[in-house]
């Protein structure tokens, strides 16, 4: 494979990426500190350093809530940064594999979401990583924007992690059920990354991306207990009774129809892919 750098190195998909490259022996893969997007002279001397036929951002203000109060700081990293990447990447002649979210949208779709779909983001976060997207396709022509929704893994702080934690600390919890989408393990997310590099003909452009299936984050996490075999009561409550600062998109479920022609990409069921990932965190913690 030729050569990729990676930014966001301490983040969930970057360890994800970390772990799929020492998997399949993919050589030649530089990881970086997510801070650096927001330096440009940084940024210089890597690409020149490295001269990578690829670039992967994972690096982003991702704080959903704080993001209603710090709008400048998630947007110097989630649109500023993705424009420094397209403009070293442009110069060095390096393709963009950008990662962004479902929170582009407003989340009142009666379909599942295309990639040509409109997007109109409810909250800072969201617009702020649809100005990076903006300002990436503004720049830059070879690129690849990959949105993705629910992700978790082994790593990082995310909803599977949480709700394990949750589940041996108390005895119920009240958990959002009129909020629709598809969770995304991580690590099948990266090892599409990977493939897309691998199966590369220029079909530049925004890509959906995550687990098949639809479910609430009511059933989300009922499904996490049920795999662990944790016992708790459970509660489903409207998004009304559960009041946080950013609002939150009601229906995210994306249409994966593209990547998965364009790249010959087999999507797994997000059940399937939660079962694997309590596995591998139940080994962990023996």
């Not at 993705?82 to 989340?107: P, R, W, Y």
Request: net charge negative; charged share 20%.
């Amino acid at each position: 494979m030729q050569r990729v750098i990676v930014f966001g190195s301490s983040g969930q998909l970057a360890q994800c990426l970390k772990q799929v490259v020492a998997e399949q022996h993919i050589k030649d893969v530089s990881f970086f500190p997510g801070t650096t997007v927001s330096e440009a002279d940084a940024l210089e001397s890597i690409f020149a350093e490295q001269q990578p036929a690829y670039c992967i951002n994972c690096a982003a203000y991702t704080a959903v809530d704080k993001a209603e109060d710090e709008t400048e700081e998630a947007r110097r990293v989630n649109k500023d940064g993705a424009a420094n990447l397209a403009t070293a990447c442009k110069k060095h002649n390096t393709v963009l594999i950008h990662v962004s979210t479902d929170f582009v949208f407003e989340g009142n779709s009666p379909h599942p979401l295309s990639e040509a779909d409109q997007t109109n983001p409810i909250n800072v976060y969201g617009l702020t990583k649809l100005e990076g997207e903006l300002a990436i396709a503004e720049a830059l022509p070879a690129h690849y924007i990959i949105r993705t929704s629910w992700l978790y893994s082994e790593y990082g702080n995310n909803f599977v992690k949480t709700m394990l934690r949750l589940g041996r600390e108390k005895e119920e919890l009240k958990i959002i059920a009129d909020q629709v989408g598809t969770p995304t393990y991580a690590i099948d997310l990266a090892k599409s990354i990977f493939a897309m590099i691998a199966g590369d003909k220029g079909q530049y452009g925004i890509y959906h991306f995550s687990n098949e299936g639809v479910t609430s984050w009511y059933d989300f996490a009922k499904a996490v207990f049920d795999i662990s075999h944790t016992s708790i009561r459970m509660y489903p409550v409207r998004t009304a009774e559960y009041v946080t600062k950013a609002t939150r998109p009601a229906y995210s479920v994306m249409d994966k129809a593209k990547i998965k022609q364009n790249f010959s990409i087999e999507i797994p069921y997000w059940r399937d892919s939660l079962e694997l990932c309590i596995k591998k965190l139940a080994v962990q913690q023996a």
